[in-house]
């Protein structure tokens, strides 16, 4: 259609600069009226390159998972890499299996972690040693051999109680994920180290589920007159917990602070907007797929590189109010 080689349409699609502009208009309009895309199989046989990425994660659901699986498929869409989704939520061995069979056997050219639990850390351990691969990982995750991002969410949490306990709060009590992967030495301990270092009462943390159901009524039964200041392990759970002490007649921030984690967007529309430690999970993916490109393309890589969370500071929390 275009009345060019077969050569030249192959430069067009992939050098186009060495093409002149006629015959690259030519090959383009051809392109268009024929609908042609490109086939990744065809060119993995042609280039013995694969073009396809295999990101492994144990959840699709929750904000934070969400958010970084986009930023890792839009990035890999844009630099011409299909993206296939590998969901290990289990540490069974067979379905740990499963999940390998399924990446080893796409022929993909590297590999994504998304790290922010075990399950994950252990099935890339099983990746063959000669398929790059890249992780972000989380605060108290095992460090891991590959190149990483390693987000610092326990400074994240370190931040958000000293915060509180500069408003005057005599302690900070603590929302956290019952099965919470690394609760302990995550973004919990950024809440505990804060409270030792400032040498006041570290009180038991109150234990929930993920849902926001489940944080509120958890709410409703462990709110004490003592808890002026809570930190929830994330802005679903936070925005519960608000939603809880509204119910009990308590007002945000006069009667009780409240902080969350993660920047959930609908935390910045709530009333009162909702004070949280942000992170930026799509510019995590997209800058974990950057690593693996880097990886692939043979350049050296540090074997990590620490992420700072932001703590923003909005109308949920104040200074304690006189009792």
């Known amino acids: 259609m275009a009345g060019v080689s077969v050569s030249t349409v192959s430069r067009v699609l992939n050098s186009p600069a060495s093409v002149s502009e006629r015959r690259r208009a030519a090959v383009l309009q051809a392109v268009d009226q024929l609908a042609f895309r490109p086939s990744l199989a065809a060119r993995t046989l042609a280039t013995g390159r694969s073009r396809t990425l295999a990101l492994v994660v144990s959840d699709t659901a929750k904000y934070g998972y969400t958010t970084a699986i986009q930023g890792v498929e839009e990035a890999a869409r844009h630099h011409g890499f299909a993206t296939i989704i590998t969901v290990v939520d289990s540490d069974d061995l067979d379905h740990t299996g499963a999940a390998l069979d399924v990446i080893l056997g796409q022929s993909v050219a590297g590999v994504v972690g998304l790290e922010f639990d075990t399950t994950v850390a252990r099935t890339l351990r099983h990746i063959p040693s000669h398929i790059p691969v890249a992780v972000a990982s989380v605060s108290g995750?095992?460090?891991?051999?590959?190149?990483?991002?390693?987000?610092?969410?326990?400074?994240?949490?370190?931040?958000?109680?000293?915060?509180?306990?500069?408003?005057?709060?005599?302690?900070?009590?603590?929302?956290?994920?019952?099965?919470?992967?690394?609760?302990?030495?995550?973004?919990?301990?950024?809440?505990?180290?804060?409270?030792?270092a400032a040498e006041v009462d570290v009180p038991a943390p109150i234990l929930t589920g993920w849902t926001p159901e489940e944080a509120y009524q958890v709410a409703r039964e462990q709110y004490r007159p003592e808890m002026t200041a809570i930190l929830c392990h994330n802005d679903e759970i936070a925005m519960a917990v608000m939603s809880a002490l509204?119910?009990?007649?308590?007002?945000?921030?006069?009667?009780?602070?409240?902080?969350?984690?993660?920047?959930?967007?609908?935390?910045?529309?709530?009333?009162?907007?909702?004070?949280?430690?942000?992170?930026?999970?799509?510019?995590?993916?997209?800058?974990?797929?950057?690593?693996?490109?880097?990886?692939?393309?043979?350049?050296?890589?540090?074997?990590?590189?620490?992420?700072?969370?932001?703590?923003?500071?909005?109308?949920?929390?104040?200074?304690?109010?006189?009792?």
């Open 141 to 196: 995750a095992d460090p891991s051999s590959r190149p990483s991002l390693h987000l610092d969410d326990a400074l994240g949490t370190l931040r958000a109680t000293n915060h509180l306990l500069r408003l005057g709060h005599s302690t900070v009590h603590y929302f956290v994920v019952e099965n919470a992967h690394f609760a302990e030495t995550g973004r919990i301990s950024g809440w505990r180290n804060g409270l030792r």
């Open 246 to 323: 509204a119910d009990l007649g308590l007002r945000v921030p006069e009667d009780v602070s409240v902080i969350g984690v993660d920047d959930h967007p609908i935390g910045r529309i709530w009333r009162p907007q909702l004070t949280t430690v942000q992170i930026d999970f799509f510019g995590l993916g997209a800058r974990v797929l950057a690593l693996l490109e880097a990886v692939l393309g043979g350049e050296d890589v540090p074997a990590s590189v620490r992420v700072e969370p932001r703590f923003v500071v909005r109308g949920s929390t104040a200074a304690p109010a006189a009792r």
